[in-house]
């Protein structure tokens, strides 16, 4: 029988490995990584990306269904994210004149990642 804490153990190091997955797979697509699990705000961002004039905000969802990662990012985690969004740009003042957008990577079991392009509104007021 396994602990609470062992689940909790074996899910961190689930979404460990996920990150690093989508992290490879958008270096493969030509973004350039700026950053990795930001947090700020009570807000986390998975990693944080660039292509040309693009910064791509990314969160990865790691499930046994590609359904299940499709469904996970819940109104509260868009406002969380946001939140961090703001945040990470009021202090990289650089990125004000680029385009920012809101992605994410699903990982599932047996699949390629998945990249949604602006997966998302990113709320920014």
């Known amino acids: ?14 979404g ?23 947090a700020a705000s009570g807000g986390e961002i998975d990693l944080i990306m660039m292509r040309g004039d693009t910064i791509a905000f990314v969160e990865v969802k790691a499930r046994g269904l ?4 499709l469904s996970a990012i ?15 740009l009021s ?3 650089w990125a004000e004149g680029r385009t920012w957008r809101a992605d994410a990577v699903f990982i ?3 699949r390629w ?13």
Not at 9 to 14: C, P
Not at 66 to 69: I, K, L, P, Y
Not at 113 to 122: G, K, R, T, W, Y
Request: no cysteine; glycine share 2%.
């Open 108 to 110: 599932a079991p047996r």
């Open 1 to 14: 029988m396994t602990s609470a804490l062992e689940r909790r153990r074996a899910t961190f190091l689930r």
């Open 66 to 69: 590609m359904d299940d990662a």
């Open 113 to 125: 990642p998945q990249h949604i392009v602006s997966a998302f509104e990113l709320e920014m007021s």
């Open 16 to 38: 460990h490995r996920a990150e690093w997955i989508a992290l490879l797979f958008l270096i493969m697509k030509g973004y350039r990584p700026l950053a990795r699990r930001y």
């Open 74 to 88: 819940t109104a509260r985690k868009r406002q969380r994210f946001s939140r961090a969004v703001r945040t990470w």
């Open 91 to 93: 202090r990289n003042a």
